[in-house]
């Protein structure tokens, strides 16, 4: 056990910082919920992909850096550290990117990878359907082989920001009369191919952060598909779920809250003591978002030496939702009279910041299987606990 | 000792719920909340019905009703989430008028409009920088430490500060003191203000009390629809426990609003601490029922497109309004923690 | 709504104060789980039915006092105010007194209550069995009807003090063939019968309060049956549930408690207050028991204007049994280092009160229906949601 | 950048736990509670297995094992509910004794005697009026503010105070502090027994996350045979709830602990805010995995027939050992909340 850096990795971390404190905008972008906020972060993207950083662990040649585990760790403290923008193409490059780079044919990561990388391409998810939510393998959006294509029919939904979006990724119903995880396909879906509407939801905001997704008769060629037909259950649950779940939640994403937290509370230190639960909670909200890093390098480390990572990424979701929750009402307890403005209001200064967190994490509890689902899981596959 | 309602005041308050559950629907409600109308209309309708007739004397034509039978109502108005206006002026604000000094010009003439259905007034108190409604006002009373100013909407300018409860309408408010708008001062108007925020608090507590049954109550319905695995989510187990909890929150809310209510309602010296028991019983409810709503309507209750959505922010809203949670808490632990009375099992009443 | 006594309860709060301020024996007696504070604690009973004390709602025919809620929740405030011994004969007086008055015939009535009330009869509940916990309805031990008796063959178990009591009382199946809530029926046991055999369990703490009853063809005369042959689930389940959770847990039974944890943090302020959740915890222990005994005198006011009560007492159990064991894992926190002592411990000083309460609180949501199975009743019979 | 373990220190956790589980099996455990033995012969066994060379250094013969190793070793001795004096002398009594001067005579004298099995070693430590094990040790480390003495059987009187955990061994002592008896002072003083606490308060922590995963294996297990309403309990999604939260604090608390042995080890400048931290973690690991456990195990777990007490009775007693949970969690909350220091998440580890 060693707990200090090479001085690799701290140089590093240093041109991430510097690179960073370069080129972040001084101005906060506006949300990439909406068609400029998206456009802007779209920008952005390129920036960093230009750089180098747009997707530090992927390989040279399709766009990345070639970095491990641990550096990516440092890429995000830098990151989030210096107040960088949202990632807005980060379903894309996330939670496809590592499927294609385990089960893509050399041609599909050569050609979808460094336009990700680039957001060149944007991406959106199909994974949910009306009556797939938590119940995921309930799928019923069809695709029909017809020679060289699939004709894809039915409706996706809870799709981010997919009205901006180029493509689209999900699983499909390709063997007729199969049922739950088996017969689906994993298609990629260019969003502006006949057939395709696209139906925005607004969010809790009033954002219209998510769509619906409605195929009629559309039509996307075989080469489109990632891994074999009707396989598509296992290349959408074989990249580790361990690491999808890192990646789409760095430490450093909870950390830096609960870090302007603390500064909240202490720029409101004599008003918040009156009530000594909040001191507590900022404590704890501290202290769980360091326990979460630490989590974070000690599960890495296993990685690295071979160690397979299975349902503990459940209760890292857990955790991490819980967490944030904690921060988000924690502010919102401190802000205490002007807490509901929005981020418009005059009066409004850090307010804007706190009111999109804490109703962004609402969704954690829910999105990528809510907890109870994922308390299912631990109970079943950590603990042994019949399903039934 | 009768910790109960009368028939007649359980009696009204059903009437009330009727007529609301008619009047200010879901969809009346997304029309204010999208701007595609504003709220007068609906808050005259429930005017017309009398509700702003309650705080006020029978001698100006209103009911005389008291803080006991107002935390029935501002249940109902939370849980229809029935914009600010209406519990402002026909409770807080007819409270503050009832209690100035009858010398006070205007007094009765102020009574009678609102026991006509004028919902026209505004309160700033220094709990907050923010004052509801203050833009449409024709009159406001404004705190400056003791005393208490009453001005007409000429002799203020405001900013507004939208929220996310878009039923709501905040500004800030630039003003001056000047003597000739002071219509209370010194010891009474101390005590008409701590009463006023009292009342202003405990009106909140009702509101969430309501609002907290409101989002239960939508979440339980969600839950016997929405299937998952072939089930009603509601007969998850999981769920049945989190839907019990937020059940149990409103449950005992409900006896510590209610004594709160009649402390007010009494002058009880304890007043202060019971209001925001209250509260912090309230509060917590509502926070519950929020989350859980949220969590048991799934990635629905994260749009727009349901009603939820309304009373989760209302709920949210209110959480820090007529005082914030961080002053209610205090107000309870330094009663508890840093007094030295003996809080026997027997102190819960004035006993011997 | 009026929340003043009238002169008559406050007269009636003034006698009972000054008789306890009298009577309650200076020393705490030794706990009832033994054989000597057993019987310590008997007289104390009969000191107090003496006194017309023992069971104030009883009517006066079998030793009450007639006494209606509201002056029962005075009793107990003044009751645990005082630090008055715990009512060891509690299960009979409160559990099965209740049941007697409702269902008994007036020979059973005049025979059984009065020596309840003195406390001349101890008795044990005999409700669970090793297969029938929180699934209380599995139940197997038979009585069998034989003429003018009853043959009991069986195993009861968790029968609190049964090793000292004199009585038992549970329902037993006496229609061969029948399953669940039926063909069972409510029967009275004395346990100096021929084939009864006890054997005690100890609790956490190291004492027998419980035992296990066998039954090996024990004779009992049809006339300790209560109500009618195969309707003993009935009878068990009439008796208002609120009434009898309240009766079992008053509202003074955590208030007293409350006050003495705040007793005990004011005492050690300056340790406490170094981490902040102290003070929160027990302001908050103080607010939830007040809020319980409010939530008791509206609930009474509703029962005395006639209203139903149903399944409200769970969520009430839920409420008392955690706050319970918060009220009592602060005072542990606060005991710090020294809390884990015995009170046969040199430095123990309010420790046994506190470790025996803790050790007790954790009972607390198991028994009498576990708050697993309170939340399923609120869930099912006050929301409406479906059983499976 | 590491943060794993070196195959041989797993294979060595895991070694030591198969001879554990032999060995202080329940039985075992529960005659020594019982007080039908006592824990000596266990502690034997143990020692001559080598544990108790564990810290000793290599030149007397010791393994020179540091915190690190000693974060896994500590869970073993959780997990199995070891009595007291193993860990208090192979390895916060070494920990003292090699941080000594080599000056002080009997240094080396003592640690080839705990090198051979020798757990006879006390330490009383002013975050406690009890000293575990003292009426039976022959060496004692007693604090006077910054002093350490080195005392005798003879030079101490004590009095026993038993614990809810029967296989404690808990006295007060009547001790003088004499110039002879001195072994360190000054900052020397002060720095040994600042460390020393803080071995002591993570050799708690470890336990008590052993214990933690002792009652939760012990509670499945339980929910795996333990039928109701014809199905085993563990099938009941409030019971997989509550036994998965258990799960998650366990494993959220395992890298915390590692870390602070870590910083212990490497004398990190951060280490008091690092252990307290994983005392924390570990603590609230233990308290719900002992209230679950009770609460799964039904009346069961209320009684002292169940394996399951003895280890909740452990971890209650153990929570308040080597510092309490109040002092515990101010060192954590001290560090966050009133100093200047900028948590960036760039700070976890020390960074450039």
Known sequence: MKLQFSPEQNAFRLEVRQWLAANVPKQKLPTYDTKEGFELHRQWEHKLFEAGFSMVMWPKEYGGRGCDLIDWLIFEEEYYGAGAPGRVNQNGQLLLGSTLLDFGTPEQKAHFLPRMASSEDMWAQAWSEPNAGSDMANISSKATLDGEHYIINGQKTWSTRAIYADWAFGLFRSQPGSERHHGLS????????????????????????????????????????????????????????????????????FQQPARRLIQLYRDNKAAADRDPAIAVAVSKCWSDAEAYALSAYNTVGRVNNGEKIGAESSLNKIFWSELDLLICQTAMDILGATGELLGSAPLAKEHAYWLDAFLFAQAGPIYAGTNEIQRNIVAERVLGLPKK | MNFTFTEDELLFRETINRFLATEASPETLRDIWSGDKDAGALLSLIAEQGLSALSVPEEQGGLAMGDVAWSLMTQELGYHAIPDPLVNSAYVATGLLNALDDSVSQKADLLEHICEGDLGFAIGHECSPLVADANTAHTLFMQQDDEIHMLGATDVQTVPNPSIDFSRRLSQITWSAVPKTCIA?????????????????????????????????????????????????????????????????????????????CSLENHHPLSDIHISQARNFCSEAAALAARVGIQVHGAMGY????????????????????????????????????SDIDLAPSKTFEAV
């Open chain 2, 185 to 261: 001062s010194g010891e009474a108007g101390k005590k008409i203000w701590s009463e006023t925020f009292n009342r202003g608090a405990i009106s909140v507590a009702g509101q969430l009390l309501g609002l907290a049954q409101r989002m239960l109550d939508l979440s339980v319905e969600y839950s016997l629809q929405r299937k998952q695995f072939g089930r009603e989510i509601g007969s998850f187990q999981a769920v049945k426990h989190q839907l019990a909890d937020v059940a149990g929150k409103i449950e005992i809310a409900k006896p510590v609003l209610y004594r709160a209510a």
């Open chain 1, 186 to 253: 994993f298609l990629l879906v260019p969003l502006n191919t006949e057939g395709v509407t696209i139906r925005p939801i607004k969010a809790l905001d009033g954002e219209e952060a998510f769509a619906e997704i409605f195929f009629d008769d559309v039509k996307v060629p075989i080469t489109n598909r990632i891994g074999d037909d009707g396989k598509g259950w296992h290349v959408a649950m074989a990249t580790a779920g361990f690491e999808r779940g890192l990646l789409l939640r760095s430490p450093a994403r």
């Open chain 2, 303 to 338: 749009t727009w497109e349901v009603d939820l959505q309304m009373y989760v922010k209302r709920a949210w809203a209110l959480n820090n309004t007529w005082g914030d949670s961080i002053m209610h808490r205090a107000r309870v632990q330094d009663y508890v923690l840093n």
